[in-house]
């Protein structure tokens, strides 16, 4: 699963909308976040960096490999396809 799907169903999960998660990266992390920046990873248009991705999972409650598992499974797959 990409990772833009990750974050999105997650975030719908938890009952937060967009700007909500912005909000808590902005207040619990200093992270610069707005609405739109959630929503361009949503839709696969800009991925986080790293540091992003652990504030992410701190306020969603969850794993940082909760957020990127199936997208180092694919990885791994299509690595091993090559040989």
Known sequence: MELALVIRQIRRAKNLSQDDLAFLL??????PARQK???????GLMSPRINVLYAIADVMGV????LVMERRKRVK???????
Request: net charge negative.
């Open 26 to 31: 902005r207040d619990k992390h200093g992270i």
């Open 37 to 43: 920046d959630v929503s361009r990873w949503e839709i």
């Open 63 to 66: 794993k940082m490999d909760d």
């Open 77 to 83: 797959l299509s690595v091993e396809e090559q040989f």
